[in-house]
């Protein structure tokens, strides 16, 4: 989920109908990612699935 997330502000999502953006490192935060763990997420989330 965290791939959604680019962290530079572009691509942000809504959360909810304020249209309250949330970044990469929010998204992580919120999930109770350490920053490490969210590195070890997106670098997970980029592997390609073909094997």
Do not use: C, Y
Request: glycine content about 10%; overall charge positive.
């Amino acid at each position: 989920m965290l791939k959604q997330f680019d962290g530079r502000g572009n691509n942000q999502h809504t959360v909810d109908t304020d249209a309250t953006v949330i970044t990469q490192k929010q998204a992580a935060r919120d999930a109770g990612l350490s920053e490490r763990q969210q590195v070890t997420a997106v670098r997970v989330a980029n592997v390609p699935g073909g094997f």
